[in-house]
Each structure stands twice: as C-alpha cells, then as structure tokens.
C-alpha cells in the first residue's frame, strides 16, 4: 500500500524557515517524480514544487522560487521542503504527493495527510 | 499563459450529466487531468492523461479535450459525487505544474 506521511508543520513567524519531511512507503521511491502541493484555509490546490526521480530537474511555482528547495533522499524514501523568508500567505496544508511518472508530468495518483503551516507572529 | 481556468461552481440533478471544463494555453500541448477532493480530505485522481482512470474510479467520469479546454464528464451523477473539483497540467514551459482554481459540483 503506497503510503506517504508528512511532518515538520508548525505555527512559525513571519521570516522564519522550516523544514517539511515526507516519509514515503509502499513502492519504489526511484521510480517516481514527486511533488508539494498546498491548500490554503478555504482555497485551492496550489503546485509549490516538483522533482523528478534522479533529482535533476526541479521546478518551482513563481511564490515560493528562491526562498523555498525541494530535495529528496532515495536511499531513505524521503522527500523535503526546505521553507525559508517565510510569509503569512504560505500559511496552508502542505500536502507531499507522486506524480505516475519519473518526470515532473503533473500527473499526482498519491497524496498524503498533508501537514499544516500557519505562518503568524 | 501558465493558468488554467474553471468556473467557480456547477450544479447537476441526480442521475443527469454534467461537464466541468478547464482552459488554458497549456491545454494545447498537454493533456489535463483532473482531481476530486471531498471536505477534510486530500485529492482524488479521477481522469488522467487523454481519457484515463484509474481503477478504483467509477466509468461514469470520463475526460476530453478541444483545442484550449478540457472536460470532465460525470454520466449519471450520484450523491457521493459532490466535491471539488480541480485541473491540472504541465504549463507551458513543461518544468512546472499549475492547478486550476476549482470548481464546486453540487448534486440536486
């Protein structure tokens, strides 16, 4: 059973970093792209940023590009989000999510729980 | 243009068909899929690629597409499938994702 945990949510103030892990289990990891997407309290799907299986193409969503890095470990099954200048308006449910592909297609059959920041002083 | 647009809420009788679109300048050289996500839950794939669902998904939703729209069809809506509903694709640079905004199924 493909399962994907989040952790690392928290209530942070404005400017400062945090860092988002995703525990992934169930298949194999490096054989997959992967991505973060967040919600906002009442709002939409938001794509933050994806990477594909080998880590050599990344991209960004134009809000969080140069203040926030995706990584992933493939020897550990594990897949970060390294937030820093953060800001009221990335407060949201972070969301760690497969695309079907090695690449960045976009194309998400996993989602997990999600983890919650709330950016606030 | 890296958005995707969908209106913000449709509404079906129960039984009756409904088509949710998405468009987009993307949608003319990647396909769309399209996600559904009930309150409190995280997103469901429910159309992926040109016409594709995945296993677990009923065959009354079904996908197309026309030039800079795509289309999500749900023949013979149920009550369980009131939820929200979103697009995606690659944009048109091809490295990055974009959602769109949703649209809010109600059956009647």
């Known amino acids: 059973e493909v399962q994907l945990v989040e952790s690392g949510g928290g209530l942070v103030q404005p400017g400062s970093s945090l860092r988002l892990s995703c525990a992934a289990s169930?298949?194999?990891?490096?054989?997959?792209?992967m991505h973060w997407v967040r919600q906002a309290p009442g709002k939409g799907l938001e794509w933050v940023s994806g990477i594909n299986w080998n880590s050599n193409t990344i991209g960004y969503a134009d809000s969080v590009k140069g203040r926030f890095t995706i990584s992933r470990d493939n020897g550990k099954n594990s897949l970060h989000l390294q937030m820093n200048s953060l800001r009221g308006e990335d407060t949201a449910l972070y969301y760690c999510?497969?695309?079907?592909?090695?690449?960045?297609?976009?194309?998400?059959?996993?989602w997990g729980r999600g983890t919650l920041v709330t950016v606030s002083s | 243009s890296s958005e995707l647009t969908q209106d913000p809420a449709v509404s079906v009788a129960l039984g009756q068909t409904v088509r949710i679109t998405c468009q987009g300048d993307s949608l003319r050289k990647y396909h769309a899929n399209w996600y559904q996500q009930k309150p409190g839950q995280a997103p469901v794939l429910v159309i992926f690629g040109k016409d594709n669902r995945p296993s677990a998904i009923p065959g009354r939703f079904s996908g197309s597409s026309s030039g800079n729209t795509a289309s999500l069809t749900v023949t013979g809506a149920q009550a369980e499938d009131e939820a929200d509903y979103y697009c995606n694709s690659r944009d048109s640079s091809g490295n990055h994702v974009v959602f769109g905004g949703g649209t809010k199924l109600t059956v009647l």
């Open positions: 169930g298949f194999t990891f490096d054989d997959y792209a």
């Open positions: 999510a497969r695309d079907r592909h090695l690449a960045v297609a976009g194309v998400v059959d996993y």
